[in-house]
């Protein structure tokens, strides 16, 4: 379920991110109220959510883990055949 939580100011702002963190929610967007300018007190909208973060992508191999898993293969391969190269 998402939360739309309007905010003026920097300090209540602040308060209201401790407030649902605590809760055990998680911010997912921030937006500024249109015509809010740079250096001007923030005033917007944040929305939280209390879905779980998606885990995260699993890492790419690298190139030597990569030979190295293909050896291995190619190694059990000529094991079960009785070739040697």
Not at 20 to 38: A, C, K, P, T, Y
Not at 48 to 62: G, K, R, S, V
């Amino acid at each position: 379920m998402e939360y739309e939580i309007k905010y003026t100011g920097n300090s209540e702002r602040w308060a209201k991110i401790a407030e649902f963190e605590s809760q055990g929610l998680r911010m997912i967007e921030d937006n500024f109220v249109s015509g809010w300018r740079h250096g001007e007190e923030p005033r917007g909208v944040m929305v939280f959510t209390d879905q779980l973060e998606p885990p995260p992508l699993p890492q790419p191999a690298t190139a030597v883990e990569l030979i190295a898993a293909l050896d291995k293969r190619l190694k059990a391969v000529e094991d079960a055949r009785g070739l040697t190269l």
